[in-house]
């Protein structure tokens, strides 16, 4: 079966140290990959993409993800935390086929300490 | 670029009443996707559309959720009879062409009392 697995359910990080939210999925082809963000009161945005290509992704605010294939892993890293990035995070495949449904992961919450 | 929008952002209702979502797409964009979450669970599929035509409704939950998206524009998302377990986030997202890198709308959270 198709699944995302994201095994931290809270983390909590110290403002100025590195980040890494793990994602695996199980997934008959190599699918897309997505991470996005919720932040307190906002919608899902994408902080980053992997469709094909160099397999270390940069995305948004300074995150990064690297597609590791012989381990089914998609992970989020952040090397310097800051509090605004306290928010849920989410792992996400969808296949290559155009239009169909992504598939998410339960989410990580990561909080920021002072 | 105006994102996808979601109305109403919060919504409590009774048990038993009927409530209407509704998000409006990115311009453009063909695919249309409806997901739900409720609370501690991931976010899960309810149904797509291209343009006007339900793809695949294979995630809505059961006969008292109906989806409309009229000229392929905005869609509806009705809940007749509300239940106690529809309370949840309703996420709206977009998309258009390959890859398929859909947006997101802020979402309406459901509470049903």
């Known amino acids: 079966a198709q699944s995302v697995t994201q095994p931290d359910i809270h983390i909590t990080v110290s403002e100025g140290a590195s980040l890494e939210l793990r994602c695996n999925y199980s997934?008959?082809?190599?699918?897309?990959l997505f991470w996005y963000v919720q932040s307190p009161g906002q919608g899902l945005q994408l902080l980053l993409k992997y469709f094909s290509g160099d397999t270390l992704v940069q995305g948004i605010k300074g995150f990064e993800a690297e597609f590791k294939r012989s381990q089914s892993s998609f992970n989020l890293r952040k090397p310097s935390v800051h509090w605004s990035d306290a928010a849920e995070y989410f792992c996400a495949v969808g296949p290559h086929q155009a239009g169909t449904a992504l598939i998410f992961g339960k989410g990580t919450t990561l909080s920021v300490s002072s | 670029e105006a994102g996808v929008t979601q109305f109403p952002s919060h919504s409590v209702i009774e048990k038993g009443q009927t409530v209407t979502l509704r998000c409006d797409p990115i311009?453009?964009?063909?695919?249309l996707y409806w997901y739900r979450r409720v609370m501690g669970k991931e976010i899960k599929f309810l149904l797509h559309?291209?343009?006007?035509?339900?793809?695949?409704e294979s995630g809505m939950p059961n006969n008292r959720f109906l989806a409309e998206r009229t000229g392929g524009t905005y869609s509806t998302l009705k809940v007749q009879p509300a239940e106690l377990e529809d309370s949840g986030v309703y996420f709206c997202a977009s998309s258009h062409g390959t890859p398929p890198e859909a947006f997101f709308g802020q979402g309406t959270r459901l509470t049903v009392v």
């Open positions: 559309f291209v343009k006007e035509s339900k793809q695949d």
């Open positions: 997934y008959g082809a190599t699918p897309y």
């Open positions: 311009s453009g964009h063909d695919n």
